[in-house]
């Protein structure tokens, strides 16, 4: 997998944005890899939930490691790993915790500034792209910002407050932007007109499909943890069915066979 980094940077520069339908775990992973998806991205809070954790911060890194050496293990694409906050406020232990994913093949990695002062994010940038020079090695690293997601400005400064993040992580050496929440048409040509990072959307109500989007100027497109509570959704209402009636019949609607899913590992 030596020359993922390279194949997912040049993923980014295509004008149909880079649909990421992000996994939660290696099944996930491996699944959505045989329905022909260029690259495998996690899902945070779905990755989270998986493992028996609240979404927000709360995963040990070291968990977050094995689940992508688990990935890296079965698939043959590129994989980028959202690293939240880097589960530290310490540069020098989030570079760590980066390295260690880097060891394990992660082509790419998301991480957040939330509500933390911007400027600690470029010091954990900046940590992580000097760490990586020192090894010698690469990775593609997306910054991202909840500032439409969770409202963290007033409208009016939402525009001018993204421009302003995404030039200085840009500086400190992120190779994308991630704007989740996102949606108007306006918002987002302005945030492309400004900014050199490709800009990377999430799948939202109301936000445009990504033909649409790729001529706005987006280059990425995730589906967040919407398909890992989907499916969770699905599971509910089965679980409750079942534990209701006892029937069968209604748990093999839709579902994979057992040969389908053993086939997707029958070559690792």
Request: hydrophobic share 50%.
């Amino acid at each position: 997998m030596s020359n993922t980094v390279a194949e997912f940077r040049q993923l980014h520069h295509n004008t149909t944005p880079l649909q990421l339908p992000n996994a939660w775990d290696a099944a996930s992973a491996r699944l959505f890899e045989s329905l022909d998806a260029a690259a495998i991205a996690t899902t945070s809070a779905g990755l989270a939930w998986s493992l028996g954790y609240a979404d927000g911060r709360t995963l040990p890194a070291e968990e977050v490691v094995a689940a992508a050496a688990r990935m890296t293990r079965i698939l043959n694409i590129p994989l980028s790993v959202d690293l939240e906050n880097g589960y530290s406020d310490d540069p020098k232990v989030v570079a760590d915790n980066v390295m260690r994913l880097v060891a394990v093949g992660v082509a790419g990695i998301n991480i957040e500034d939330g509500s933390d002062e911007p400027a600690l994010l470029v010091y954990k940038i900046e940590a992580i792209r000097n760490a990586i020079s020192k090894a010698g090695a690469d990775l593609f690293i997306n910054a991202r910002s909840d500032l439409f997601l969770a409202d963290l400005l007033s409208p009016s400064e939402l525009v001018d407050e993204s421009i302003a993040r995404g030039k200085l992580y840009a500086s400190a050496g992120a190779d994308g932007w991630f704007l989740p929440g996102i949606k108007l048409a306006d918002d987002i040509a302005a945030v492309v007109d400004n900014i050199a990072l490709p800009l990377n959307t999430m799948a939202w109500p109301g936000l445009a499909d990504a033909a649409t989007l790729g001529k706005l100027g987006v280059r990425r497109l995730s589906a967040g943890a919407a398909i890992s509570q989907a499916i969770w959704g699905q599971a509910k209402q089965l679980a409750q069915d079942f534990l209701k009636t006892g029937r069968s019949d209604p748990l093999s609607t839709g579902a994979m066979s057992y040969a389908q899913m053993q086939d997707l590992f029958s070559t690792h």
